[in-house]
């Protein structure tokens, strides 16, 4: 059965690094997603991306955050300058089309240090 | 705007026991409902979904869910729990295209204890 995929499983960084969070979608979708949970916490919508642009942000996706889908099957999320509150589990998440159901990845652990 | 509301942080049970989690949401619009478990240390599986149609939806592992138009809900139940439901519960909405937005709206989530 296809599944998303994401790596690495577990980063930690020092606060304000770079960070590349990457995610493999299910080949044939269309519709890409990436939600967070930071710890004890619920999950979070951050960003909807289609057609190779951005669909919908939350608030919480401001200008350190950045995501791209360099090639037909790699969609990526950027941090640019970690801070210690991005430490949290990030989920990526695709589906075929709006409202059909999103498939989630296992998560990247990122932790900030 | 949309929400979730999962009154429950934690429910424990027994085994063969039957259990309900309880969700309730609030929105504007028409929803669509889903239920994903989260077992320890793995990313989030659908149970199940509600689009339209049948109030009652059945999911995997024995899960059902009715959705509720008038009271708001999309309880989450099963009649009889096996040691490896334990995991945590997460109701979610989305308002889809006559919302504007297709994102899934999440509740805090429900840690299942299933006690042999």
């Known amino acids: 059965e296809p599944e998303v995929t994401q790596t690495p499983s577990h980063q930690v960084t020092q606060m304000g690094q770079e960070v590349i969070l990457r995610c493999v979608p299910i080949s044939n979708h269309l519709y890409f997603y990436w939600y967070r949970q930071i710890l004890g916490q619920k999950v979070e919508f951050l960003v909807s991306f289609y057609n190779n642009e951005i669909s919908e942000k939350s608030e919480i996706f401001d200008d350190q955050f950045s995501v791209e889908r360099p090639d037909g099957s790699n969609f990526t999320l950027k941090i640019r300058s970690t801070k210690l509150e991005d430490s949290a589990m990030y989920f990526c998440?695709?589906?075929?089309?709006?409202?059909?159901?999103?498939?989630f990845g296992p998560g990247t652990r990122l932790l900030v240090l | 705007a949309q929400s979730v509301t999962q009154l429950d942080s934690q429910v424990p049970v027994f085994e063969e026991a039957p259990v309900e989690l309880r969700c309730n949401y609030s929105?504007?619009?028409?929803?669509?409902l889903f239920w994903y478990v989260q077992y320890p240390n793995q990313g989030l599986q659908l149970l199940l979904k509600y689009l339209s149609g049948s109030t009652l939806v059945k999911g995997i592992n024995g899960f059902e869910a009715e959705f509720n138009k008038s009271q708001t809900s999309f309880h989450l139940r099963k009649p009889s729990v096996h040691i490896s439901d334990t995991a945590e519960y997460f109701c979610?909405?989305?308002?889809?295209?006559?919302?504007?937005?297709?994102?899934?709206?999440f509740g805090k989530g429900t840690k299942l204890t299933v006690n042999p």
């Open positions: 979610a909405v989305s308002e889809g295209a006559q919302g504007g937005s297709e994102k899934l709206v």
């Open positions: 929105s504007s619009v028409s929803v669509y």
């Open positions: 998440a695709s589906s075929l089309g709006p409202i059909l159901t999103q498939y």
